[in-house]
């Protein structure tokens, strides 16, 4: 198998991976219903940054580690679903005690964009829900050994798959946040967004939930 052979056999799986609904697709929703469109952008891209630096972990073996020791797995597990809990239940009760609409600039026409402020804390939010899943990383470590072709530099390779991988979700969360902008027209209210901010809440509590208390592998 050589380089491109390997890119493209690794983009089918991966573009396959991105298309299942998850973790990362309800948090760029949310955010693209209820904050502005440079918040979901910036969310997005704090997932891509999130995916490289586990391609490149997984590249120079750190996700080796989390594979092979149970007690780095389940520390990572607990952490990453205690922030998903956290997310999830911070939606939930900013639901019940404040109008959502406050939070959702973008929903009215002539609202300033985002902040620098905003886009940092966007871009941290995908960030760090994707580096708190270990699953991104046992994917990785599972997958990217398997798509180096002989002689070639492991760490370079790492990154060129996590950069398709990148590439593919952002083309994905793009589509995912401009059809988003098209039906928030409908659901700019405060009474959809306080549902979308129950629903989100409650598929990240769930994952956390589900996350934490999967049998150890």
Not at 140 to 155: N, V
Not at 165 to 192: D, P, Y
């Amino acid at each position: 198998m050589d380089l491109y052979q390997s890119l493209l056999s690794f983009g089918l799986v991966a573009g396959l991976l991105t298309l299942v609904p998850g973790i990362d697709t309800a948090l760029v929703l949310r955010t693209a219903l209820a904050r502005t469109r440079g918040f979901a952008f910036a969310t997005a891209l704090g997932i891509s940054t999130g995916l490289m630096v586990w391609g490149i972990a997984a590249a120079v073996g750190v996700s080796a580690l989390l594979a092979a020791s149970e007690l780095a797995y389940r520390a990572l597990t607990i952490a990453g679903a205690a922030y998903m809990v956290w997310l999830g239940a911070s939606l939930l009760w900013k639901s019940r005690t404040h109008d959502p609409s406050s939070a959702s600039p973008a929903a009215e026409v002539g609202v300033p964009a985002a902040s620098r402020h905003q886009l940092f804390q966007g871009w941290l939010t995908g960030t760090g829900t994707n580096l708190l899943n270990p699953k991104v990383g046992v994917f990785y470590i599972a997958t990217i050994p398997q798509f180096i072709p002989p002689g070639t530099p492991p760490l370079l390779m790492g990154i060129l798959l996590a950069g398709v991988h990148c590439v593919l979700g952002l083309a994905w969360l793009t589509f995912l946040i401009f059809g988003a902008g098209f039906a928030s027209r409908w659901l700019k209210g405060a009474r959809s967004l306080r549902i979308i901010d129950r629903i989100t809440g409650t598929v990240l509590v769930g994952f956390g939930l589900r996350l934490a208390l999967e049998p150890q592998h």
